[in-house]
């Protein structure tokens, strides 16, 4: 199976300011990544697929990038709405398999 | 709307078997797979298996056979997985999803906590 390895495990930022997640493959998936967001309680969302575009109804401060076995998830101008966990996700080889999730809390 | 409604909560016996409930609505149900995803504070976001919701064939990660069953009935949308033989390991939140055909995982359901204890 292709292994993810998300950073960092947790992440506080201020109100406005822009962070960024790294998600790393064992090896090449060709940009089959996606992003989810998850609240407490709440089933996982999909932010970003195939690593840059964006899943309808996403605000346009989430974006995505990367390529090979290294990808990035931006988030501009942070909101508190934005506080959450995010998961990468590949699936350009089957199981697919998910990142460990990065926390995301207001400094 | 697309829109993935699960049954509730469950609380089973070790050694027993528990089936959930995933009903769809808003779309074409036959047009995307429905997957299944187990969520654990310690072993994160494991995926199960898929169910192609037209054929009701099935494919399964190699760590979950045995333990998932997954079935679909076309008639009311719903997808459902069977888990047996039950453990306290398989305690978690259990979430469908709707896939498609190999892609990401664009809705999901609300998660049904499944909690094996004596």
């Known amino acids: 199976d292709i292994q993810m390895t998300q950073s960092p495990a947790s992440l506080s930022a201020s109100l406005g300011e822009t962070v960024t997640i790294e998600c790393r493959a064992s090896e090449d998936i060709y940009n089959g990544l996606a992003w989810y967001q998850q609240k407490p309680g709440k089933s996982p969302q999909l932010l970003i697929y195939n690593a840059n575009s964006l899943h309808t109804g996403v605000p346009s401060r989430f974006s995505g990038s990367g390529s090979g076995t290294q990808y990035s998830l931006k988030i501009n101008s942070l909101q508190s709405e934005d506080v959450a966990s995010y998961f990468c996700q590949q699936y350009y080889d089957y199981p697919p398999t998910f990142g460990a999730g990065t926390k995301l809390e207001l400094k | 709307q697309v829109q993935l409604q699960q049954s509730g909560a469950e609380l089973a016996k070790p050694g027993s078997s528990v089936k959930i409930s995933c009903k769809a609505s808003?779309?074409?149900?036959?047009?995307?797979?429905i997957s299944w995803i187990k969520q654990t504070t310690g072993q994160g976001l494991e995926y199960i298996g898929y169910i192609n919701t037209g054929s009701g064939g099935t494919n399964y990660n190699e760590k979950f056979k045995g333990k998932a069953t997954l079935t679909v009935d076309k008639s009311s949308s719903t997808a459902f997985m069977q888990l047996s033989s039950l453990t306290p390991d398989d305690s978690a939140v259990y979430y469908c999803a709707r896939e498609g055909y190999g892609g990401p995982f664009d809705y999901w359901g609300q998660g049904v906590m499944v909690t094996v204890s004596s």
């Open positions: 808003g779309y074409t149900f036959t047009s995307y797979y």
